[in-house]
């Protein structure tokens, strides 16, 4: 079976996180998607770091495989000309460049939708295309902290931000199903859409629980570290091997499976100081400690054993290292191989599973290494390529 998104052309000017997240998850389920990068080094998400061997950035090798790599200078005339021929043949268009910086260059959502109708174009920004924020820089911690996220998410004592970039992952999902919704909408209308995503908006929505406990208690939820504000126990615990275990408890039948069939304590479940969960919460520090004391004197498989065998909740504290030899995914075959300009890199899939195929796991482009065959599909023959190469509008 094809996969769905498969004769679907998306044309991305694009750089970072956010961006590539959404344009990778189309390439993934089959769009050809056309990266447009500077001529001079290129989306520089590809020097973040050197973390993949022979310099390849880590972030980069994460959100650009199966994309095509065309290196244009758009701000000259003739780059802008062939930028234009590009979007003329796109379903979607999508930009995350500084505010403003589209428009200036007539690539409005107005202007393109003008010229056709049926494009999608997507602008992706910090916080915006109007209010007072709307030219103020936006890097992930910033809209982070800015949208709320590390106020709640660290220690009593210290916030901390997340180890992911989440603001730019949230804004990329957004992106993505909305480029989802509007070809779903076009199939059926004949229209294609403006659509709008800021980085801000999507970490507001995923404040969730958070937000709305401000807004109707008046008193923002405590930072807990691992643990949960109002559910108990919620937290990581020792064992006598490590790694920690994360045990949560969701209800007070969780608390007497716990109790009885791992701590060997049947008199906690009636127990007035830990029988519910408000009790237990008010009494965080006792319980915790309670735990505590059993789980440390366990080898972790054994508690683990136990555990599962009680039904109560848990996982394992794991590290990076951890992730990468997971039995789960190694049981269920998620990982791949991709090629890339430095060898073959390993790849985990993308978590959509289509029953009936696979999602496309192409390599991860050099800087231009499309740049000639794109334009050669534009029209352009060996000298004008040669010219443009050599006056510095391609590269």
């Given at each position: 079976?094809?996969?769905?998104?498969?004769?679907?052309?998306?044309?991305?000017?694009?750089?970072?996180?956010?961006?590539?997240?959404?344009?990778?998850?189309?390439?993934?389920?089959?769009?050809?998607?056309?990266?447009v990068e500077r001529v001079d080094g290129g989306d520089f998400a590809r020097a973040y770091d050197s973390g993949?061997?022979?310099?390849?950035?880590?972030?980069?090798?994460?959100?650009?495989?199966?994309?095509?790599?065309?290196?244009?200078?758009?701000?000259?005339?003739?780059?802008?000309?062939?930028?234009?021929?590009?979007?003329?043949?796109?379903?979607?268009?999508?930009?995350?460049?500084?505010?403003?910086a589209a428009a200036r260059m007539g690539l409005s959502a107005e202007e393109l939708r003008a010229a056709d109708?049926?494009?999608?174009?997507?602008?992706?920004?910090?916080?915006?295309?109007?209010?007072?924020?709307?030219?103020?820089?936006?890097?992930?911690?910033?809209?982070?902290?800015?949208?709320?996220?590390?106020?709640?998410?660290?220690?009593?004592?210290?916030?901390?931000?997340?180890?992911?970039?989440?603001?730019?992952?949230?804004?990329?999902?957004?992106?993505?199903?909305?480029?989802?919704?509007?070809?779903?909408?076009?199939?059926?209308?004949?229209?294609?859409?403006?659509?709008?995503?800021?980085?801000?908006?999507?970490?507001?929505?995923?404040?969730?629980?958070?937000?709305?406990?401000?807004?109707?208690?008046?008193?923002?939820?405590?930072?807990?570290?691992?643990?949960?504000?109002?559910?108990?126990?919620?937290?990581?615990?020792?064992?006598?091997?490590?790694?920690?275990?994360?045990?949560?408890?969701?209800?007070?039948?969780?608390?007497?499976?716990?109790?009885?069939?791992?701590?060997?304590?049947?008199?906690?479940?009636?127990?007035?100081?830990?029988?519910?969960?408000?009790?237990?919460?008010?009494?965080?520090?006792?319980?915790?400690?309670?735990?505590?004391?059993?789980?440390?004197?366990?080898?972790?498989?054994?508690?683990?054993?136990?555990?599962?065998?009680?039904?109560?909740?848990?996982?394992?504290?794991?590290?990076?290292?951890?992730?990468?030899?997971?039995?789960?995914?190694?049981?269920?075959?998620?990982?791949?191989?991709?090629?890339?300009?430095?060898?073959?890199?390993?790849?985990?899939?993308?978590?959509?599973?289509?029953?009936?195929?696979?999602?496309?796991?192409?390599?991860?482009?050099?800087?231009?290494?499309?740049?000639?065959?794109?334009?050669?599909?534009?029209?352009?023959?060996?000298?004008?390529?040669?010219?443009?190469?050599?006056?510095?509008?391609?590269?």
């Amino acid at each position: 079976m094809p996969l769905p998104l498969e004769g679907i052309t998306v044309v991305a000017l694009e750089q970072a996180v956010a961006a590539p997240f959404a344009t990778r998850q189309l390439a993934d389920l089959g769009a050809r998607v056309i990266k447009v990068e500077r001529v001079d080094g290129g989306d520089f998400a590809r020097a973040y770091d050197s973390g993949v061997r022979g310099g390849l950035g880590t972030h980069f090798a994460w959100l650009n495989r199966s994309k095509e790599s065309v290196a244009l200078d758009v701000k000259r005339p003739e780059g802008r000309a062939i930028l234009a021929e590009l979007i003329a043949g796109a379903d979607v268009f999508l930009q995350n460049l500084a505010p403003g910086a589209a428009a200036r260059m007539g690539l409005s959502a107005e202007e393109l939708r003008a010229a056709d109708p049926r494009l999608i174009v997507i602008d992706m920004s910090g916080y915006g295309s109007g209010g007072p924020y709307r030219d103020k820089r936006a890097y992930d911690m910033l809209v982070q902290a800015e949208a709320g996220l590390i106020s709640v998410t660290g220690t009593p004592e210290t916030p901390v931000k997340a180890g992911s970039p989440l603001a730019d992952i949230a804004a990329g999902m957004y992106a993505f199903s909305g480029a989802l919704a509007a070809l779903v909408r076009r199939g059926t209308t004949g229209e294609g859409a403006s659509i709008e995503v800021s980085m801000f908006d999507a970490v507001a929505e995923w404040m969730g629980q958070a937000l709305y406990t401000t807004l109707y208690t008046g008193a923002p939820p405590a930072r807990t570290a691992l643990g949960h504000p109002v559910i108990s126990p919620y937290d990581a615990y020792p064992t006598a091997d490590g790694p920690d275990v994360v045990i949560g408890v969701q209800n007070d039948r969780g608390w007497a499976a716990l109790a009885t069939g791992v701590l060997d304590r049947p008199d906690l479940v009636t127990d007035p100081e830990y029988a519910t969960n408000r009790a237990r919460v008010g009494n965080r520090a006792q319980v915790d400690a309670l735990i505590a004391g059993t789980t440390s004197r366990m080898a972790r498989a054994e508690l683990l054993r136990r555990l599962d065998a009680a039904g109560v909740a848990n996982a394992s504290l794991n590290d990076g290292h951890g992730l990468a030899a997971h039995p789960q995914l190694a049981e269920r075959d998620r990982w791949r191989e991709v090629g890339s300009p430095v060898g073959a890199l390993r790849a985990i899939l993308p978590p959509i599973t289509f029953g009936d195929t696979e999602v496309r796991m192409d390599p991860i482009p050099a800087l231009g290494e499309h740049t000639d065959a794109v334009l050669a599909e534009l029209g352009r023959d060996g000298d004008a390529i040669g010219r443009l190469r050599a006056e510095g509008t391609v590269a």
